[in-house]
């Protein structure tokens, strides 16, 4: 089984990394109108095969592993997702910490040339639950702030650091920092947020329609 699911795991990421070069393509080109119309056809081919087995929209995926958080089709790190930037990210669970890197392209872009400060929150969102999870204190935002202090520009590397604060039963606070990777010193925006992990009877109806144990979200996820 395990063996499956690996093999699995290395067709949805060659898939999403193909997509997310369609994707880029798509936002970016300026072919002739014959060549649109010809990508359209090929994109319904591919939508078609693609659809003949497919789950449900509450379902987690095979590939998953909601019991530490892990979501392929992450829209922020899942390797197989089209809209994923994506993010790598290394968690340091005895510093209550991880570290995020991400280029973030076309298809993310907000004003001309930068990226969309939407884009932004959801990566800002991520390392901060992701930073109070790996140190054990699972929980679903609860506020989250973001405050930009500069644009950020397309196509350049970026560090996202969270780190988590106060513990306070089921509540955590946690803080972020995005930084350019050749400007450390300059911060371009960063993040507050309250974390509430969800008794384990509020998670069973919350996540009820998966069929599945929702560890990572919590109370019960103290060794994830």
Known sequence: MAEDRAARRDAVGALGDALR???DAAVRTEV???????AALLAGEITQLLRADLREVHE????DD????????SPVYGPGSPVAPPMLVEDFPDEGRCVGRVTVGKKHEGPPGLV????????????????????GHGGLTATLTVTYRRPVHLGVPLVLTGRLGSVDGRRATATARLVAEDDPATTLAEGEAVLVALRSERASEVFAKTGRAVGAWTTRSSDG
């Not at 002739?32 to 010809?38: M, Q, R």
């Not at 019991?67 to 089709?73: D, V």
């Not at 969309?116 to 140190?135: E, K, N």
């Open 60 to 63: 987690i995926a095979s590939v």
């Open 32 to 38: 002739p109108i014959p060549d649109l119309e010809k």
């Open 21 to 23: 070069d369609l994707v």
């Open 116 to 135: 969309h400060g939407g884009v932004l929150a959801i990566l800002l969102d991520h390392v901060l639950a992701r930073s109070a999870r790996a140190a």
């Open 66 to 73: 909601p019991e530490i958080g892990e979501r392929w089709y």
